[in-house]
Nanobody, 122 residues
Framework: QVQVVQSGGGLVQTGGSLRLSCTAS????????MGWFRQAPGKEREFVAA????????RYADSVRGRFTIWKDSAENAVYLQMNSLKPEDTAVYYC???????????????WGQGTQVTVSS
């Protein structure tokens, strides 16, 4: 079982920045990718960004491309999400997840972090 632990998040004003961190306890043949998803109240969980540990694939949702950046520290089994130019519509609980490929489908990820709240005030 892979444990996924998140940190970061909080409250920020529109236009501000936040950084999320995520660490996986270990890597296996089923954990070639890590992704970030978010879920706002009353809405389905949606894809934000993902990458492969090899660094050959990075994906972003259209709604965050150019504002958010995902990167990794392979030595630490860690992935980060830098969120700039935040908007009120970015308010959600953000989840980190581990999977075999960097897809945009929550069902393709096996292990999930505990979630962290990001709130952007207008």
């Amino acid at each position: 079982q892979v444990q996924v632990v998140q940190s970061g998040g909080g409250l920020v004003q529109t236009g501000g920045s936040l950084r999320l961190s995520c660490t996986a306890s270990r890597r296996t043949i089923f954990t070639n990718a890590m992704g970030w998803f978010r879920q706002a109240p009353g809405k389905e969980r949606e894809f934000v960004a993902a990458l492969t540990w090899r660094g050959d694939i990075t994906r972003y949702a259209d709604s965050v491309r150019g504002r958010f950046t995902i990167w990794k520290d392979s030595a630490e089994n860690a992935v980060y999400l830098q969120m700039n130019s935040l908007k009120p519509e970015d308010t959600a609980v953000y989840y980190c997840a581990v999977g075999s490929s960097p897809t945009n489908q929550p069902g393709d990820y096996r292990n999930w972090g505990q979630g962290t709240q990001v709130t952007v005030s207008s």
